[in-house]
Structures are given as structure tokens and as C-alpha cells.
């Protein structure tokens, strides 16, 4: 049976006996209308201010369409969104919330749309550390780099008595000829090994390495570098720096030591450290094959290695027996013996770091930071920092509008999917834009409450 046909319209089955017809003619309509409330969170941060300050535009002004700050929030919203891939842009530059929230609803000139395309945001993306023909957009590294150290002090009202500084490094996989590709033999493949810093859920730093260096080693300089930024608005804070095994070197140690910063370091067994706790382990072992069930115990002692250390260090251990199978492990720190006993040392301070690796996660898999497919380690780092920036505004949107709410403690990725992705149809008058949103939404209450969060804090500043 022939049936009626028109471009863009895609039949389905019929239901209740009616035809069901789908077409793209909505007109001003955006899925996006909850990243209006990320926009309410980046104007009371100044973010994408800040962050677009840290450019140089060496444009000619009479030819400039976008400004650098136009640009820094388009890509950073998109990130926020979903949108990881700058492809996406050449349909996302029309759509009006986009627009709103980027703070442009129309070109400047004739036949321009109100967003910048692919091309554009590539040009910003790939700016060298000097100014030519293609790309005159140059980013300061530096100054990104204390940006996010700089946004976490500003959120505190008084400086806390002590900080816990998370650093762990990840696999970023590399699937091109990307500068510096190297293979990393854990992992198994070609890949960067981003560094990242966290403070809690606050990221300090996300450093693009390449996987031929050591990490723990690179780490000194991220750290020297956070721990003088904080120290310098608040001298008397207390800083604690945690990591796995990996972080345990001499030279990061010994400038800990020598700066009055402690840490706690996973630490690699070995036949010495393994003979160290014999007596210990033997404990265990006979108390798990007593009861049938896993025994744990700990000690503490000063060691020193026989040749990687410059000095004695106060190691805990736990020796753990479970179904038959030893499972030791180590850690060395700077923490006193009168501060913590072993156990609550291990279990409830050294332990707790494993919560950064969901942070990583969410940057990773939700926010796109391992998406470094730029030939350049500058242009990849640089995407990095967007990354981590959509990271930081929706993580402060949690933090100042969704307390006490079921997205209280949900991902990034869960906040997108429930909150910012609203079916909007968008309408333009010469006093209002109204965003109309469905009436069967139903986060509706958590919107409601962080915007009227939001507008408290705004009406603050």
C-alpha cells in the first residue's frame, strides 16, 4: 500500500490505530535547557572569565566575530553537556540555549550564527606558544595552572587548619602518532599518564606526562608548585599529601621533610619488609586458620632502604591472611606515632584515598579528558584544562545548589543526564526569553531549589 511521504518525517508503527510520524520542525527548541543553571554557576565564580584571561589574543580587533571569552565558554559548556567532540559545534552554534548560556543569541555580522563553528574552536585549541598565520590565540599555561589552585582557595571563607592533597596519575590511551606516545608496561599499551591533584572533590591540577617518565618523580614539580601557591594566602595550614606506591620517592620525601609538608605513601613490598613482619604475619596466619575467617594486624617501625633513601622513615604495615593467601601490605609516612595508631592510620587515612580514583573516573568518562587526539602535547594539555574545567563548574554546582538532594553525592555524568538534558522550546520577545520545559519533568523540585540557591548567592556577591 503506498504511503504518503515527506523529507525529514520517519514513520514508525502505528499505534491505537494511528499513523506515528517523527520530524525534525520543532523550531527554537534546544535539549539542553538545565546548563542555564551551570551558566548561574560560572557568573557567580566568574570562571570562564577568569579562565579566558588567561589567554592573549592577538587577533586584529576589526576582524574578531568571537571573543576569547565567547570561545572559552562555548567549549566549556559543551563539555558540561556531552558534547565532546568540536564536530558537534557546527549544530550546537544555532541552538539557542547554547547561545543563552554562552551569552550570545546572535552574530555580530551578517550570515555569522551566534557560536562559533569547528574550525574556531579548533584554531583556540591548537595555539602553539607563539602567535602565527592560523592560530593567534596564545594560552598561558602558568597562569591556567594556578587558576584552579586560585578557584579552590576562593571558595573557602577562612583557610581550613588542614588539607589532604590526593595525587594519583592515570592511563589516557593513545590510539595516533601523538608527540610523545610512548608504551607504558603496566598498562600494556601507548598512552599519556596524566597527572591529577585533588583537594576532596576540588581538582588542583590535571598535568598531561607522557608515559616514558616516572610519575612520582614528575609529581614534585605540581606539588612545590600548589603547596607555595596555598601557603602563600594561608602561611599556618596543615598539608598532607597522599598517594599510592608509586609517589614514594626520595626526592619528593625528602622536599616534604624539608617543607614541613607530611605525607602518606603506599610502599612496594619486599623480601626485607616481608621478613621485617614475620613474626606478625605468623600471628595472623594461625589466627585465620583458628577462626576460618580473614585476620589483619599492623605495626609500625622506623626503616630506611638499603640504597634508594637518604634517611629513616616511620613505616605501618598490615598483615592480612585471607583464605589461605597472604596479603601484606605497606606505607610510609611522616605522621607521628602519638597522632594515629597503625590501624586507624591504614584504614581510615590511607585508605580514603581511593575515593580520587572515582573523581578520575568522572573527568575521564564523563567530562572527556582522555579525549587528547591533537597531534601537539600543548594542544592535548590544553584540551585537558577544558576538561577539567566543565569538571570544576558542574562539582560546584553540586556543592552550592544540590545539597540535601538526591544529586547530592551523584556523578557528573548522573547531574547531566537528570538535570541539564530538559527539552526547552525557547522564545524570544523584545522584553523576555522564555524557556518553556515539559510540566512532567521530574527533577523539577531539585531545579527549583538550586535556582532559588543560586539567586540567594547571587544576590550576595
Same mark, same amino acid.
Given at each position: 500500500?503506498?504511503?504518503?511521504?515527506?523529507?525529514?518525517?520517519?514513520?514508525?508503527?502505528?499505534?491505537?490505530?494511528?499513523?506515528?510520524?517523527?520530524?525534525?520542525?520543532?523550531?527554537?527548541?534546544?535539549?539542553?535547557?538545565?546548563?542555564?543553571?551551570?551558566?548561574?554557576?560560572?557568573?557567580?565564580?566568574?570562571?570562564?572569565?577568569?579562565?579566558?584571561?588567561?589567554?592573549?589574543?592577538?587577533?586584529?580587533?576589526?576582524?574578531?566575530?568571537?571573543?576569547?571569552?565567547?570561545?572559552?565558554?562555548?567549549?566549556?559548556?559543551?563539555?558540561?553537556?556531552?558534547?565532546?567532540?568540536?564536530?558537534?559545534?557546527?549544530?550546537?552554534?544555532?541552538?539557542?540555549?547554547?547561545?543563552?548560556?554562552?551569552?550570545?543569541?546572535?552574530?555580530?555580522?551578517?550570515?555569522?550564527?551566534?557560536?562559533?563553528?569547528?574550525?574556531?574552536?579548533?584554531?583556540?585549541?591548537?595555539?602553539?606558544?607563539?602567535?602565527?598565520?592560523?592560530?593567534?590565540?596564545?594560552?598561558?599555561?602558568?597562569? @591556567?595552572?594556578?587558576?584552579?589552585? #586560585?578557584?579552590?582557595? !576562593?571558595?573557602?571563607?577562612? $583557610?581550613? &587548619?588542614? =588539607?589532604?592533597?590526593? /595525587?594519583?596519575?592515570?592511563?589516557?590511551?593513545?590510539?595516533?602518532?601523538?608527540?610523545?606516545?610512548?608504551?607504558?608496561?603496566?598498562?600494556?599499551?601507548?598512552?599519556?599518564?596524566?597527572?591529577?591533584?585533588?583537594?576532596?572533590?576540588?581538582? @588542583?591540577?590535571?598535568?598531561?606526562? #607522557?608515559?616514558?617518565? !616516572?610519575?612520582?618523580?614528575? $609529581?614534585? &614539580?605540581? =606539588?612545590?608548585?600548589? /603547596?607555595?601557591?596555598?601557603?602563600?594566602?594561608?602561611?599556618?595550614?596543615?598539608?598532607?599529601?597522599?598517594?599510592?606506591?608509586?609517589?614514594?620517592?626520595?626526592?619528593?620525601?625528602?622536599?616534604?621533610?624539608?617543607?614541613?609538608?607530611?605525607? @602518606?605513601?603506599?610502599?612496594?613490598?619486599?623480601?626485607?619488609?616481608?621478613?621485617?613482619?614475620?613474626?606478625?604475619?605468623?600471628?595472623?596466619?594461625?589466627?585465620?586458620?583458628?577462626?576460618?575467617?580473614?585476620?589483619?594486624?599492623?605495626?609500625?617501625?622506623?626503616?630506611?632502604?638499603?640504597?634508594?633513601?637518604?634517611?629513616?622513615?616511620?613505616?605501618?604495615?598490615?598483615?592480612?591472611?585471607?583464605?589461605?593467601?597472604?596479603?601484606?601490605?605497606?606505607?610510609?609516612?611522616?605522621?607521628?606515632?602519638?597522632?594515629?595508631?597503625?590501624?586507624?592510620?591504614?584504614?581510615?587515612?590511607?585508605?580514603?584515598?581511593?575515593?580520587?580514583?572515582?573523581?578520575?573516573?568522572?573527568?575521564?568518562?564523563?567530562?572527556?579528558?582522555?579525549?587528547?587526539?591533537?597531534?601537539?602535547?600543548?594542544?592535548?594539555?590544553?584540551?585537558?584544562?577544558?576538561?577539567?574545567?566543565?569538571?570544576?563548574?558542574?562539582?560546584?554546582?553540586?556543592?552550592?545548589?544540590?545539597?540535601?538532594?538526591?544529586?547530592?553525592?551523584?556523578?557528573?555524568?548522573?547531574?547531566?543526564?537528570?538535570?541539564?538534558?530538559?527539552?526547552?522550546?525557547?522564545?524570544?520577545?523584545?522584553?523576555?526569553?522564555?524557556?518553556?520545559?515539559?510540566?512532567?519533568?521530574?527533577?523539577?523540585?531539585?531545579?527549583?531549589?538550586?535556582?532559588?540557591?543560586?539567586?540567594?548567592?547571587?544576590?550576595?556577591?
Amino acid at each position: 500500500m503506498q504511503t504518503e511521504y515527506s523529507a525529514g518525517a520517519y514513520e514508525f508503527p502505528a499505534s491505537y490505530g494511528r499513523r506515528v510520524v517523527a520530524r525534525f520542525d520543532g523550531g527554537r527548541m534546544s535539549s539542553d535547557g538545565g546548563v542555564i543553571l551551570v551558566k548561574q554557576v560560572d557568573d557567580s565564580l566568574g570562571f570562564s572569565r577568569r579562565f579566558a584571561a588567561c589567554f592573549r589574543d592577538e587577533r586584529h580587533p576589526a576582524f574578531v566575530e568571537y571573543r576569547v571569552e565567547d570561545l572559552v565558554r562555548q567549549r566549556i559548556m559543551g563539555l558540561a553537556l556531552g558534547y565532546e567532540d568540536l564536530n558537534d559545534h557546527d549544530a550546537l552554534r544555532h541552538d539557542p540555549v547554547m547561545g543563552l548560556a554562552s551569552g550570545r543569541l546572535s552574530g555580530g555580522r551578517a550570515n555569522c550564527a551566534a557560536l562559533a563553528g569547528k574550525s574556531t574552536l579548533n584554531r583556540l585549541e591548537r595555539s602553539g606558544q607563539q602567535a602565527d598565520r592560523y592560530c593567534r590565540i596564545i594560552a598561558d599555561h602558568e597562569a @591556567l595552572a594556578t587558576l584552579f589552585v #586560585t578557584l579552590f582557595m !576562593d571558595q573557602h571563607e577562612r $583557610a581550613p &587548619a588542614r =588539607i589532604v592533597l590526593d /595525587v594519583d596519575a592515570t592511563d589516557d590511551r593513545i590510539h595516533g602518532h601523538q608527540e610523545g606516545r610512548a608504551f607504558h608496561g603496566y598498562y600494556g599499551h601507548n598512552c599519556y599518564l596524566p597527572l591529577y591533584i585533588f583537594c576532596g572533590d576540588h581538582l @588542583l591540577s590535571a598535568t598531561l606526562r #607522557t608515559a616514558d617518565r !616516572d610519575s612520582g618523580k614528575e $609529581a614534585l &614539580a605540581d =606539588i612545590r608548585r600548589i /603547596v607555595e601557591q596555598i601557603r602563600s594566602r594561608w602561611p599556618r595550614v596543615r598539608i598532607l599529601v597522599r598517594g599510592d606506591s608509586g609517589f614514594a620517592r626520595d626526592s619528593l620525601m625528602t622536599w616534604c621533610e624539608d617543607n614541613h609538608v607530611d605525607f @602518606l605513601f603506599g610502599l612496594a613490598g619486599n623480601t626485607r619488609l616481608y621478613d621485617r613482619i614475620a613474626s606478625l604475619s605468623a600471628e595472623v596466619r594461625d589466627e585465620a586458620a583458628t577462626t576460618g575467617k580473614a585476620a589483619r594486624g599492623f605495626a609500625s617501625f622506623d626503616w630506611i632502604t638499603k640504597d634508594s633513601w637518604t634517611r629513616r622513615r616511620r613505616v605501618v604495615a598490615k598483615a592480612e591472611w585471607r583464605h589461605g593467601n597472604r596479603y601484606h601490605r605497606f606505607i610510609v609516612t611522616t605522621l607521628p606515632q602519638g597522632m594515629s595508631d597503625p590501624r586507624h592510620l591504614y584504614e581510615q587515612i590511607y585508605c580514603a584515598r581511593g575515593d580520587m580514583e572515582n573523581r578520575i573516573k568522572e573527568c575521564q568518562m564523563d567530562l572527556f579528558s582522555d579525549r587528547t587526539s591533537s597531534h601537539t602535547i600543548r594542544a592535548n594539555q590544553l584540551r585537558l584544562w577544558f576538561s577539567a574545567a566543565a569538571y570544576v563548574l558542574l562539582t560546584a554546582l553540586q556543592r552550592l545548589a544540590l545539597g540535601q538532594t538526591s544529586l547530592e553525592t551523584a556523578t557528573c555524568g548522573t547531574i547531566r543526564a537528570r538535570l541539564l538534558k530538559i527539552a526547552t522550546r525557547v522564545t524570544l520577545s523584545v522584553r523576555r526569553i522564555v524557556l518553556s520545559m515539559p510540566d512532567m519533568f521530574p527533577c523539577q523540585h531539585e531545579f527549583a531549589l538550586a535556582h532559588a540557591r543560586l539567586r540567594r548567592l547571587r544576590q550576595a556577591i
